[in-house]
């Protein structure tokens, strides 16, 4: 069974950057596709990118590119997706998301990180 | 990029059939996922492949999909199926590759 755990809630000024985390286990994350999605408050799910393993890549949606960075330390198993340039429009509950088998679905998720963009 | 359209609301009496749908440009050639999602909570996968369910997913829960429009159809509906419901497709052929549609918010009467 995966476990993804992700780090607490961030209030951010607008241009800030924001970093956030997702530990793995139950699994290493090199057996993993991570991906990121977020939800702005009251609005649907918004995939923001992540590794498509038949390209051996991490792809960004088209949104995102430029502003968005989304890494692994696999010494810990901890995904991290950081986005710069905070803006309000920002604020949304930011998931990470898996699966073991399939990179195309997302089996697994974490808990969902609050970031909050205010001056 | 791909674009997928579901109705914003859709309500059933308890013990009742619900069907969502989730319309996309050819969408019968993709695989199509469903979730879950109660408020407060982070989405559930409910549907995978089309027609597969993850394990723990009760089999009242079903999809299909062909041509234009992929369905979600939930059997006798209980009230604690109240929720979002959101497609999802992953378009290889874009840099946009993971899609999801709107949302779908499920009342149980």
């Known amino acids: 069974q995966v476990q993804l755990v992700q780090s607490g809630a961030e209030v951010k000024k607008p241009g800030a950057s924001v970093k956030v985390s997702c530990k793995v286990s139950?699994?290493?994350?090199?057996?993993?596709?991570m991906h990121w999605v977020r939800q702005a408050p009251g609005k649907g799910l918004e995939w923001m990118g992540g590794?498509?393993?038949?390209?051996?890549?991490?792809i960004y949606a088209q949104k995102f590119q430029g502003r968005v960075t989304m890494t692994e330390d696999t010494s810990t198993d901890t995904a991290y997706m950081e986005l710069s340039s905070l803006r309000s429009e920002d604020t949304a509950v930011y998931y990470c998301?898996?699966?073991?088998?399939?990179?195309?679905?997302?089996?697994?998720w974490g808990q969902g990180t609050l970031v909050t963009v205010s001056s | 990029s791909y674009v997928l359209t579901q109705p914003p609301s859709v309500s059933v009496a308890p013990g009742k059939t619900a069907r969502i749908t989730c319309g996309g440009n050819n969408i019968g050639s993709k695989s199509v996922h469903w979730y879950q999602q109660k408020p407060g909570q982070a989405p559930v996968l409910v549907i995978y492949?089309?027609?597969d369910r993850p394990s723990g997913i009760p089999e009242r829960f079903s999809g299909s999909n062909s041509g234009n429009t992929a369905t979600l159809t939930i059997s006798r509906v209980e009230a604690g199926d109240e929720a979002d419901y959101y497609c999802?497709?992953?378009?290889?052929?874009?840099?946009?590759?993971?899609?999801f549609g709107g949302g779908t918010k499920l009342t149980v009467l």
């Open positions: 139950g699994y290493t994350l090199t057996e993993l596709s």
């Open positions: 998301a898996t699966d073991l088998i399939s990179g195309s679905y997302y089996r697994y």
């Open positions: 590794f498509d393993p038949e390209d051996g890549e991490t």
């Open positions: 999802q497709v992953w378009d290889s052929s874009s840099d946009h590759r993971g899609v």
């Open positions: 492949y089309d027609s």
